[in-house]
């Protein structure tokens, strides 16, 4: 498709287990973001690349928070020993100009 | 610091009826300002962009939103709303750094 991709839609996985999310941009869009959406709340930026280049990774809550965007293309947003607090749903993005175009996003719930 | 608030959680209209979505922001130098919405398990969806230009900016499914420099606003606006037009709406800017920082988000709920 045209749009931006995320596998999987859901996920459900124990308290300590490593979760792996995957976003497809789309194509040619050299920006890519990470966010992390509350139930009820707005979107909080996790993390930003330009083409494989992590520029910013402020918004990751912790180090057991790991992006990555090796050929500049595909991302993988990983977390390692899932908390019940990163039940969440977390959406990518993709650019190319001023406006950002997102993806359905990642509903993670850690029980 | 960069933010956007959005005074109201939800929103109520009658379908026909004209509708105002209230967004103010805060950040330094000239903003980058955009409104999505979110339709159930779904992800956002870009509606309008405020880059520079005339302060009323068109955008998808008749919405539209007039910029304020004076008043750092940003109200999202249609002139008569939808039942199907219900949904979550977010105001964000874009920051220096590329990142988009968006308000806690607005319910609006139109009844037929």
């Known amino acids: 498709g045209a749009g931006v991709s995320q596998s999987p839609r859901y996920k459900v996985a124990k308290r300590g287990q490593d979760v792996a999310l995957r976003c497809d941009p789309i194509?040619?869009?050299?920006?890519l973001f990470w966010y992390q959406q509350a139930l009820g709340q707005g979107p909080e930026f996790l993390t930003y690349f330009q083409n494989e280049a992590q520029l910013d990774k402020s918004g990751l809550p912790s180090d057991r928070f790991f992006a990555e965007r090796p050929e500049g293309s595909v991302s993988t947003l990983k977390i390692q020993r899932t908390q019940q607090e990163d039940s969440a749903v977390y959406l990518c993005?993709?650019?190319?100009?001023?406006?950002?175009?997102f993806g359905q996003g990642t509903r993670l719930t850690v029980v | 610091a960069q933010s956007v608030a959005q005074p109201e959680d939800q929103v109520n209209v009658a379908e026909g009826n004209p509708l105002t979505v209230k967004c103010t922001y805060s950040v330094s130098g000239n903003p980058y300002l955009f409104w999505y919405v979110q339709y159930p398990n779904r992800g956002l969806q870009f509606l309008l962009k405020?880059?520079?230009?005339?302060?009323l900016v068109k955008g998808s499914y008749g919405f539209e939103a007039e910029f304020n420099k004076s008043q750092t606003s940003f109200h999202l606006k249609k002139p008569s709303a939808l039942v199907s037009d219900s949904a979550l709406y977010f105001c964000a800017v874009r920051d220096r750094n590329n990142k988009l920082i968006f308000g806690a988000g607005t319910r609006l709920a139109v009844h037929p």
């Open positions: 194509s040619g869009h050299v920006s």
């Open positions: 405020y880059i520079t230009g005339d302060n």
């Open positions: 993005a993709s650019s190319s100009s001023p406006v950002a175009f």
